[in-house]
């Protein structure tokens, strides 16, 4: 097994995969901006805030555009970090994005006051692991946010998803093809419960949302 599988599931995001999903979610930008708007909405000025597997990085800088945050980003893909710096720059936004494994985050204990981890849960090798990183790392007090699919989503319910990303027909036609395959890597509502039981969260509230879930997970103060 490679150092690749064991911290990852599914394809090696790397070179012109990487570069070919970053332009295709692209064509989501405006949900990327609503999405920094909701989050903008619930932090302070100055909070250090965490992303978790950001892929291109398009929330990340949307967010910074927001507000003045200490935002950082991990994600194991030397392309998509590539590609997260080339981004920030082009938006005049400072950002610490770091090359690293969900679940041996690369930063001290409590560390941030928010962490958030949207649509690549699914995908880590060692997803309790991933859990009990962002618990080691939030300050008592902080909260992570993990936002992904949901394993019994419809293929109805992929397809309204889909056509609410305003994109052009092969597209919409390759994205909904793509979600139903992930699909396949994503997890239950019992199954979320029982890993944040393996954490020192010990549970979270979980919330349906679109295709997916939203779990809000706050790390207690002493």
């Known amino acids: 097994m490679t150092e690749m599988s064991r ?94 494994d969900a679940a041996k985050l690369p930063f001290p204990d409590s560390r941030f006051d928010f962490i958030f981890c949207r649509a690549a849960f699914k995908n880590f090798g060692d997803p309790v692991g991933a859990i009990r990183e962002m618990h080691r790392v939030l300050k008592p007090g902080g909260t992570a946010l993990i936002e992904d699919m949901r394993k019994d989503a419809s293929n109805e319910a992929i397809a309204r998803e889909v056509s609410g990303m305003k994109m052009g027909w092969l597209m919409a036609l390759t994205t909904r093809r793509i979600l139903r395959g992930l699909r396949k890597r994503a997890y239950t509502r019992d199954d979320y419960t029982r890993m944040i039981a393996q954490t ?3 549970t979270g509230d979980i919330q349906s949302n679109g295709i997916g879930f939203a779990a809000t997970l706050s790390r207690l103060s002493p």
């Open 7 to 100: 911290a990852v599931k599914g394809p090696n995001m790397e070179g012109a995969i990487a570069r070919w999903y970053a332009k295709n979610t692209a064509s989501n930008l405006d949900g990327f901006r609503k999405e920094a708007v909701a989050l903008a909405a619930r932090l302070q000025a100055g909070a250090a805030v965490l992303e978790v597997a950001p892929g291109p990085g398009y929330l990340a800088v949307e967010l910074a555009k927001r507000g003045h945050f200490r935002i950082s980003a991990v994600d194991y893909s030397h392309s998509f970090i590539a590609i997260c710096r080339e981004n920030a720059k082009a938006a005049g936004v400072d950002i610490d994005f770091r090359q690293g």
């Open 200 to 202: 020192p969260f010990v």
